[in-house]
């Protein structure tokens, strides 16, 4: 059975305060017995991570993340993070491949396959994010480039490697714009993300890579997404800055 996933992406928001003090009803609530086999994940800023990751008790369900890394192990690269820095302080996850990384920041194919082997050498498990914009879905040519997405950053990993990513399909035109994806369109994408994930490496990874969807979850629509063969959870912005929304949302499965 594959893990169930409620990954909460809290962007650049909250003081690093905010932040402590929303981490510490995440972590509160998530020790309710009903998500003892869900995985909860906080995905926050860098500044954050040191004084979260202290709170976090040590059960195997409650995860932080980190929202990107810098493809390098160290040097001239003036403002950025790199995996060791982040493995130190004993982040478990790293977004990799955000929708507004690639558009802000123009990460490309290349840069993202590096950052992605950088994260799996220092131990962690990167969230990857694919998911086409709303002309590339309406010409139908959404399949064809999530496949580009993931073919052309992934699938050069072995296959050991590539057991340990979790893929998140977020549509960018259900990114915090309301839209949510129906779950006839969710189930449709994750379910050919599977299936590509079949053609590369085989049934029995397939089957055991977490595919969580993303844009503009909510407590109001988080079951019908979730309850979805191939999605398994969800990767949530806005809706995870509110713990007791979040846990309403993890609590879907
Ligand atoms: C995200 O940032 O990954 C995301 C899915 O945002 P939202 O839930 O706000 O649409």
Redesign the pocket.
């Known amino acids: 059975m594959r893990k169930k996933i409620a990954a909460g ?1 809290w ?1 650049m928001n909250t003081t690093p305060e905010e932040g402590l003090k929303l981490a510490s009803q995440v972590i509160h609530m998530a020790q309710d017995e009903s998500l003892s086999d869900t995985t909860i994940i906080m995905s926050v800023p860098f500044t954050h991570i040191e004084s979260i990751k202290k709170i976090i008790p040590p059960t195997k369900n409650i995860l932080i993340a980190a929202q990107n890394c810098h493809k390098e192990v160290s040097g001239a690269y003036t403002g950025e993070i790199s995996a060791p820095m982040l493995q130190y302080l004993g982040v478990d996850c790293v ?1 990799l491949g ?3 990384r690639r558009e802000y920041y123009k990460e490309s194919y290349a840069e993202l396959e590096t950052k992605t082997r950088i994260v799996l050498k220092h131990q962690m498990t990167p969230i990857f ?1 694919c998911g086409e914009k709303l002309a590339k879905r309406q010409e139908n040519a959404h399949f064809d480039l999530v496949k580009e997405q993931l073919s052309s950053s992934l699938f050069e990993l072995n296959v050991i490697e590539f057991a340990k990513l979790v893929i ?1 399909y ?1 549509p960018v035109w ?5 839209v949510t994806a129906s779950s006839e369109e969710a189930q449709e994408m994750h379910h050919f993300i599977r299936d590509i994930i079949t053609k590369k490496y085989g049934d029995s990874i397939a089957k055991k890579i977490p595919i969580l969807y ?5 407590p109001e629509n988080a079951q019908s997404l979730f309850s979805c063969p191939d999605v398994d959870g ?7 800055l509110d713990a007791e929304g979040f846990i309403d949302i993890a609590k879907s499965f």
């Open positions: 992406n962007k977004v955000h929708s507004e994010c998140a977020e259900a990114i915090g714009t309301g993303g844009g503009s979850v909510k969800g990767l949530i912005g806005g809706a995870s």
